[in-house]
C-alpha cells in the first residue's frame, strides 16, 4: 500500500486464467491498499488474452461507479514489476487531484478529429480555474495516425500541455486493440484524462534505437505512407536488408519486421535520441504505411538496439523526469513503455522498472503498462517544450506536490 | 612577341591550373568512390548484423514461446488434477488459457459415444455459430474417422500437401495453421484437438506439436480420471442407496419384531395372570384340605396334597419369572435404583445359599478386588441376578467342588464373575444359553430342576441396569459367568 497524505494509489495485479477472476482479484487487491477509501479513477490494464468485457465485469464486482479509464496491452509495468497477460488495476483516491475523462471514436476515419474530441469532452468537464496538470490519452495504434491523435489533441490543449499515455497493443501485435472509458470498451478509438491539481510533473522520454546501415531518401511520402525510398517502392529497403521477397514480407507480416527494426527518420539531440516510425501494413504496391506521419526528402535509416542500449534509455528517461522536480515529493509515476523493448527485454522486463525505481524511489508507485508508440517530451530544449509521439521509447512522468 | 610570350604564360598557367583541378577531380571521385565502396561494405556488413540478430531474436521467441507453454501446461495440469468433473475440464480450455498457450484459436472436440457423432465440447476464439458450423462440417466429412487413425499431431498450414487440400479445413477454421491431434484414453481415440492461429505472426511449427501432445495427454488423462471417478462415484451411491434401503427393511422387521415380541410379552402377562388366579384357588384348597378342617387327612393324601403344594410353587416361581420377563421387556418394572454396598449384598447373597453349599459340600471363595464398594442398583434385582447364577453353579457343580466370586473394578464399571468348576456347557448349547425355557440337553442338566427362565431374566436385569452379561465354558471344567454393572 502507498500511503501519500491525502492521496492513495492501489495496485492489483492478477494472472489468473479467467477473466472474470482475474479482474476481480485485481480490483480487489487494489481496494484493499487504498483502506477502501472512496476510489477517485481506476486506470486499467488489460492482456488481450483476456475476454475484455468479463474481466471489466469481474473488476465491477469489487467496484461500482468510479470512472475508468485504459487500454488493451501485452503486460502491465508496476511497483510489483512486469507482467506479461495480466490485468492490472491502478486505483487513486485523492482528495488534491481530479480526472476528467474524454472519448473520441472512429480514429481510421480521422485521426486528428478523433483526437480533438476526446480532449474536448475531458476538458469540458474541468471547472474553468481549476489547475489542469496533464492529459493521459491510450489510443488504437494500429487503426489509425497517432502523431495525428496527438495533434489533434494539442488544438484543444496546446502543443507545450503535457500529454502521456500510448497505443494500445494487442498480444498478436497488430491485431485489434480496446480503449476503455467507464463501463464502455471501445476500439478504433482515443480515450483520455485530464488530470487536475496542485501540483509538480516531471516528464522524461528516450528510445535507444540507433541507426544501423546507410542512410535512404525519403523520396515520395504522404502522411503516414512512404511511397519510395530512394526512387523505388519502400518495401525494398527491407527485401534488402532481411533477404526476403516481397511475398515473404507479406506473408511473414511487415509489422513483425518493423517492431524489432523501425524506421529511425531523424536524430533529434546530441544524446543520439530518433524519432522512429513502425510500418503497420504493407500495400501491394510496395508503400508502407507508419503508425505516425513522416515527411518527404527525410533520411531514413533502418533501427536496431539490444538491452543495454534499452536499460540505459530507461535510466536516461527517469532522470530527465527528475530533474524538473528535484526537492519535491513524488506521490506517483506513470510510465509507458513500448512493447519492442519488452520483446527484446524478454525475461529481463523486470530490470528496465528496476532502474527506474533505483532512480526515482522504490517507494513510489508506478502505473503503466506496454504500449505500442509512446506520448511524451522527448527533448525539451529542441522540440521547445512541445509534446510528441514516438515509438520504441520510455515515457516516465511523475507527479509530485 | 611580348604578347605572343603573355599570352604563352597565360596559357600555360590556365593549363597548369586546368590539369591541377582535373587531377583534384580526379582524386575527390577516386575518395568518394572509395568512400562510398566503404559506406557499401558497412551496409553490406549491416545487413549480415540484422541477419544475424533476427535470427538470434527467432530462437530467443521460440524458446520463449516453449517455456511460456510448457509453464501455462503445468498451470493447467494442476487445476486439473483438482477437478473430477468433465464439464469443469473443458470450462478450463478458455479464451486466456488458449492464448497464453499462444494460440489465438482452438477446439476441443469429443465422440458422442450415444450417436456416434464428434460434438464440439470446448471452443476458444470461435463465436457460437461458427463452433456449430465446424461441428457440423467435421462430421459431414468424417474428420474423426481420419484423425483418429493418428497418432501424433498434424501440422497444417497453406503452404504443406496436406490434408487441407482435401476438405479447405484452413478456411473452415480461419486460421492461417494449425496443429490437430487424436485424444487418446486407455488406448482408445475419444476426440481430438485443434490449435491454430489467425495473426500471421503466430504461425505454427513442427515445434509447438509437443505442447499440443502434451495437451491431449493431460486431456485425455483428465477425463479418464473424471469417467474413473464418476463410476466410482456412481458405485458408492449406489452401494449407499442399497445399504441404506437393506437398513430401512431391517428397521422395519425389527419394528415388526418388537411389536412380535411385545406382543408375545403382553399373552404371556395375560397367560400367566390367568393362571396365578386359579392356582392360588388350588393351593388354597390344598392347604385347607392338609389341615384336616375338612376331615381326617390320611398319609397317602397328605402326601399327594404336600406335591400338589410343592408343584403349585413351582408353578408360581415359574409364572413370577415369566412376568418379570415379560415386565423388563415391555419397560413396565422400573429398577428401582439405589446406593448399594457390594460387601453387604454380598454377605446377605452367601447367607442364603449357605444351606445348598453346605449340603454339596462346595467351597465358595469370594475374592473382592475393589476398593469402590458402592454401586447404584435396584436391590430386590441384583439380589435375583447373584441367587440365580450362584444357584446354577452350585446346582452343575459336582460335590467338594468350588464356586469363586470375584469382584473388580474396570473404569466405570464393577465387573462380578462367577466361576464354577462344574459341568461346563456344550459348544452346541453356547450360543442358546440365554435363551428362554432353553435347558441344555444333557443327563445332569434334565436330572436336575429348572423352568429354563432365570438366565434369561438374569440378562434382562442386567441389561435394565445398563450393563452386559456374558460366559465362558469349558465342558467337564466349569463355567464362569460374568457381569458388569455401572459404579453411577
Known amino acids: 500500500m502507498y500511503k501519500n497524505m491525502a492521496t492513495l494509489i492501489g495496485t492489483g495485479i492478477s494472472t489468473k486464467l479467467d477473466s472474470f477472476a482475474a479482474g476481480k482479484e485485481a480490483a480487489l487487491s487494489a481496494y484493499y491498499q487504498i483502506e477502501k477509501n472512496y476510489p477517485d479513477i481506476l486506470i486499467i490494464f488489460i492482456s488481450t488474452i483476456y475476454n475484455q468485457h468479463e474481466t471489466i465485469k469481474g473488476i465491477r464486482s469489487i467496484i461500482r461507479d468510479t470512472p475508468i479509464i485504459g487500454c488493451s496491452s501485452i503486460g502491465s509495468i508496476s511497483s510489483y514489476g512486469s507482467h506479461q497477460d495480466s490485468v492490472a488495476v491502478f486505483i487513486i483516491s485523492s482528495n488534491s487531484i481530479s480526472f476528467f475523462c474524454g472519448i473520441g471514436d472512429k480514429i481510421s476515419a480521422n485521426s486528428r478529429l478523433a483526437g480533438s474530441k476526446a480532449a474536448i469532452k475531458a476538458f469540458g468537464s474541468i471547472k474553468k480555474h481549476a489547475p489542469k496538470q496533464a492529459y493521459m490519452m491510450f489510443c488504437d495504434s494500429v487503426s489509425g495516425n497517432s502523431a495525428d491523435i496527438l495533434r489533434g489533441a494539442q488544438e484543444i490543449l496546446g502543443t507545450c500541455f503535457p500529454i502521456i499515455g500510448g497505443g494500445a497493443c494487442n498480444k498478436l501485435y497488430s491485431s485489434k486493440t480496446y480503449q476503455y472509458a467507464d463501463n464502455e470498451i471501445y476500439t478504433d478509438s482515443v480515450t483520455g484524462v485530464i488530470i487536475s491539481g496542485a501540483m509538480v510533473l516531471g516528464v522524461g522520454q528516450s528510445s535507444s534505437w540507433q541507426p544501423i546501415g546507410k542512410p535512404h531518401k525519403i523520396t515520395k511520402a504522404k502522411f503516414n505512407v512512404i511511397k519510395e525510398i530512394d526512387k523505388r517502392p519502400a518495401v525494398k529497403m527491407y527485401e534488402e536488408y532481411f533477404e526476403k521477397s516481397f511475398e515473404e514480407i507479406k506473408n511473414d507480416g511487415i509489422f513483425k519486421l518493423g517492431i524489432n527494426y523501425p524506421l529511425g527518420v531523424r536524430q533529434i539531440d546530441k544524446n543520439r535520441e530518433y524519432i522512429t516510425r513502425v510500418p503497420l501494413t504493407l500495400e501491394y504496391n510496395g508503400s508502407l504505411v507508419l503508425n505516425a506521419n513522416i515527411r518527404e526528402e527525410e533520411d531514413v535509416s533502418l533501427m536496431i538496439s539490444d538491452k543495454e542500449l534499452i536499460l540505459e534509455s530507461a535510466k536516461n528517461a527517469a532522470e530527465k523526469a527528475l530533474s524538473y522536480i528535484k526537492n519535491t515529493k513524488i506521490k506517483f509515476a506513470t510510465m509507458f513503455s513500448d512493447i519492442s523493448r519488452f520483446l527484446l527485454l524478454r525475461n529481463d522486463a523486470y530490470k528496465e522498472i528496476d532502474l527506474v525505481k533505483e532512480i526515482i524511489g522504490r517507494e513510489i508507485p508506478i502505473l503503466g503498462c506496454y504500449t505500442l508508440g509512446e506520448y511524451g517530451l522527448l527533448n525539451a530544449a529542441e522540440s521547445a517544450g512541445q509534446y510528441c509521439f514516438n515509438s520504441h521509447s520510455v515515457s516516465i512522468t511523475l507527479f509530485s506536490e | ?488
Open chain 2, 1 to 488: 612577341m611580348y604578347y605572343i610570350t603573355v599570352f604563352a604564360s597565360v596559357a600555360g598557367v590556365l593549363f597548369m591550373l586546368y590539369h591541377l583541378e582535373l587531377t583534384r577531380r580526379i582524386k575527390l571521385e577516386r575518395s568518394n568512390k572509395k568512400l562510398q565502396d566503404i559506406v557499401d561494405q558497412l551496409d553490406d556488413q549491416a545487413k549480415i548484423i540484422i541477419k544475424t540478430d533476427l535470427a538470434l531474436n527467432k530462437v530467443q521467441e521460440d524458446l520463449d514461446r516453449k517455456i511460456a507453454g510448457l509453464y501455462t501446461l503445468h498451470e493447467l495440469s494442476r487445476k486439473l488434477s483438482s477437478t473430477f468433473n468433465i464439464e469443469n475440464i473443458f470450462g478450463m480450455i478458455n479464451q486466456p488459457f488458449v492464448l497464453k498457450l499462444g494460440f489465438s484459436k482452438l477446439l476441443v472436440t469429443l465422440k458422442d459415444n450415444s450417436t456416434g457423432l464428434m460434438a464440439i465440447k470446448s471452443s476458444a476464439g470461435y463465436s457460437d455459430a461458427e463452433t456449430k458450423t465446424i461441428e457440423t462440417e467435421f462430421n459431414k466429412i468424417n474428420f474423426a474417422s481420419f484423425m483418429f487413425k493418428k497418432e501424433k499431431p498434424t501440422l497444417v498450414n497453406r503452404l504443406m500437401e496436406s490434408i487441407d487440400r482435401r476438405w479447405n479445413l484452413l478456411d473452415l477454421l480461419k486460421v492461417e495453421s494449425f496443429l490437430t491431434a487424436p485424444i487418446v484414453t486407455r488406448e482408445e481415440s475419444i476426440g481430438f484437438i485443434i490449435a491454430g492461429n489467425t495473426s500471421m505472426y503466430g504461425k505454427i511449427s513442427e515445434n509447438d506439436s509437443e505442447l499440443i501432445s502434451i495437451l491431449t495427454g493431460l486431456i485425455g488423462t483428465a477425463i479418464e480420471s473424471a469417467k474413473l471417478y464418476t463410476e466410482l462415484f456412481g458405485s458408492h451411491r449406489e452401494l449407499e442407496r442399497r445399504v441404506a434401503e437393506r437398513t430401512k427393511e431391517l428397521e422395519k422387521l425389527n419394528e415388526e419384531l418388537k411389536n412380535l415380541n411385545k406382543m408375545k410379552s403382553d399373552f404371556i402377562s395375560s397367560v400367566s395372570h390367568e393362571l396365578r388366579t386359579p392356582l392360588t384357588s388350588i393351593k388354597g384348597y390344598a392347604s385347607i384340605l392338609m389341615t384336616g378342617k375338612l376331615g381326617d387327612v390320611l398319609p397317602a393324601q397328605k402326601e399327594r396334597l404336600e406335591k400338589i403344594d410343592k408343584h403349585s410353587n413351582s408353578l408360581v416361581h415359574l409364572i413370577n419369572n415369566l412376568l418379570d420377563i415379560a415386565r423388563i421387556e415391555s419397560g413396565k418394572i422400573q429398577m428401582e435404583m439405589k446406593d448399594i454396598s457390594i460387601k453387604e449384598m454380598l454377605d446377605s447373597i452367601v447367607d442364603i445359599i449357605t444351606p445348598q453349599i453346605k449340603e454339596k459340600n462346595i467351597s465358595l471363595k469370594i475374592n473382592s478386588k475393589t476398593k469402590f464398594d458402592k454401586i447404584k442398583a435396584d436391590h430386590s434385582q441384583i439380589e435375583r441376578i447373584f441367587l440365580n447364577l450362584l444357584s446354577n453353579a452350585v446346582k452343575f457343580t459336582p460335590e467338594k467342588g468350588t464356586v469363586t466370586v470375584d469382584v473388580e473394578e474396570k473404569d466405570d464399571v464393577i465387573q462380578f464373575s462367577i466361576d464354577d468348576t462344574g459341568i461346563g456347557i456344550p459348544p452346541q448349547d453356547i450360543p442358546k444359553v440365554f435363551q428362554e425355557f432353553f435347558r441344555a440337553d444333557n443327563a445332569l442338566d434334565q436330572k436336575i430342576k429348572g423352568s429354563g427362565l432365570g438366565l434369561s431374566l438374569v440378562k434382562k436385569i442386567v441389561e435394565a441396569h445398563k450393563g452386559k452379561i456374558w460366559f465362558n465354558s469349558e465342558l467337564g471344567k466349569g463355567s464362569r459367568f460374568t457381569f458388569t454393572l455401572p459404579k453411577y
